[in-house]
């Protein structure tokens, strides 16, 4: 499809502060559709890029958001909302249904089905009765803490909540973070980090490691068909035991195909809408993949597909904001490589520095190897990075300043810090 296309409704674009929400302006932006974008702060990326159309802050309050919503849709003649995250898309789709967003359809999924995606251990359940396989899960109790616990279970485990946004609500209430996983590599270290819930009442899911790399199917779903296929591999990760994909690789639909038939039937059997990722751990040794989650939202990778080719963003607009076909598209390409500059650079200098014990033997480094992969990466032809490009360089240019505002204001605090103890010093000095 050319990049000038016409007479096209605008949509807008809720969470633009990521590389995500900027992936979904860049795409939208090059074919001609007007992006309204919503950000939490001025720093965030897509409203420094040339392809929005207009930026607006989001407010302070989570019970204005739909009337700023409602007003640039009356402004703007947008009929269509889109969305990032998976708490604003519970949101957004729970205030249309109640008639919060008159101007507006969020392209998104019924709640229902919002709702069952984020449900880690139901989505484990089904996935197992359809003969995918999935981590050994256990959901501990209270009662729990006072016993032995389960012989099966397999070390590190990994602690995940089973919907993090009805999980955020008791946490804050105790004091305590949400975090999104952690790990415990005996049973000590398990039971420590459960009794920190004790009074919550509520606890994450335990389930056992399993060794591999991160692989990810994604589809956008219409109807119980697939129209887009795309799969990534992740070659890097942030912390490197497992979490935020920081260097991935697309990888051609001839890889992994039943596997792809098993993806996508799980998506058709729950009834999904949309994009979404569908998210396995894959063992090369072995050839064994067990399912981690589904994504029922725009992935942390999407700046990848969007540069391999493969337009999730658009077919969304067109899929389930349009109604109509996709424009044609060409395959997208395998082997492109895609890197999030920050968190990469932060997972180079652990390993270089390491202080901590991965039990599993994949995943030990080589610390020269790690570091020349690195530089050599910046020469590659076939990389491409979450923030920076070159036709679109504001973005990156507005990132590297927020970098160095943080950086500066660490060292000053710093320096501050020093000189205040220096003084104690002195002055006990002369007191003596």
Known sequence: MTAAASGLPPVVMLGVDTPIGLAVVRE????GIRVHGV???????????SRLHRGYLRPPAPADLPGLLDGIARESGAPFLMTVSMGDALAMRAAADAGGLPRLRPLLPPLDKLELVNDKAAICRIASGLG??????????????DRDLPASLRYPCILKWRDPELAFGPLSRHGLPLLKTEFAYDPASLLQALQRYRAVGQFPLVQSFCPGKGLGQMFLMRDGAALL?????????????????????SVGLHEHPDLLQRSEALLRHIGWQGPAMVEYRHDPASGRSALMEINGRFWGSLPLAYHA????ALGTYYALGLEQALPRTRPYWAGVRCRYMIPETRRL???MAPRRTIPDRSL???????FLGYLADFLRPSMRYYVFMARD????????????????????HRLGRLRRLAGGRAGSSVLR
Do not use: Y
Request: glycine share 8%; with cysteine.
């Open 229 to 249: 296929r795309f799969q990534h591999r992740r070659l890097h990760e942030w912390p490197p035991e497992g979490g935020t994909s920081t260097l991935c690789e």
């Open 393 to 412: 360089p504001r973005p990156f240019l507005a990132d590297m300043a927020a970098v160095a505002r943080i950086v500066a204001s660490s060292v000053a």
């Open 349 to 351: 200098l652990a390993i």
């Open 28 to 31: 939208l932006g090059e074919h």
């Open 309 to 312: 080719g493969a337009p999730f």
């Open 132 to 145: 995918i396989e999935v981590p050994k899960t256990w959901e501990p109790g209270v009662a729990d803490l």
């Open 364 to 370: 030990r480094f080589n610390r020269v190897t790690e």
């Open 39 to 49: 950000a939490r702060s001025a720093r965030g990326l897509g409203l420094h890029s």
